[in-house]
């Protein structure tokens, strides 16, 4: 019987989604529901299961139940939140085959969306996107690595 679960890390603070059936390894369906929760994040900026409770937060994920990327940005591409719904579907057989099968569809869709981006466009989208997470984990590391007062 497929049952996704949650773990959270000893402090708390992060959600590692173990998705298998129970009794057998994780397949590459695990792979791509990751994959596919990296990408949601990435594109929205949004994680797609928190909320503001922890229980709350893995019933979500236990039910797959998570906003679509068009509802959090407007003109969200069609063909990439398609994409992104296959990667994080619920039921594993709905899933792309494998990392490889998602990649192909990635770059499918990189190919007919127009120009190329530079690595300058990327980077700014992301720091628009998540900088907040990233600005969140250097004063989080920031306030770990000074010295303990005396």
Not at 90 to 101: I, L, M
């Amino acid at each position: 019987m497929y049952q996704p679960f949650a773990i959270w890390s000893p402090d708390g603070t992060r959600l590692a989604v173990v998705d298998w059936t129970f009794g057998d390894d994780p397949t590459p369906a695990t792979d791509v529901f990751a994959l596919g929760i990296c990408l949601y994040e990435i594109t929205t900026g949004k994680r797609p299961f928190a909320t503001g409770s922890r229980d709350a937060t893995i019933e979500r994920l236990l039910a797959g139940d998570f906003a679509r990327p068009s509802e959090l940005v407007d003109g969200y591409p069609p063909r990439l939140e398609q994409i992104v719904l296959q990667a994080m579907a619920h039921n594993t057989t709905h899933r792309y085959a494998s990392a490889e099968r998602m990649r192909s569809a990635l770059k499918e869709y990189l190919k007919l969306s127009g120009p190329v981006l530079t690595d300058s466009d990327v980077a700014a989208v992301v720091v628009e996107r998540v900088g907040h997470f990233m600005n969140e984990r250097r004063a989080y590391i920031g306030r770990d690595s000074r010295p303990a007062p005396r």
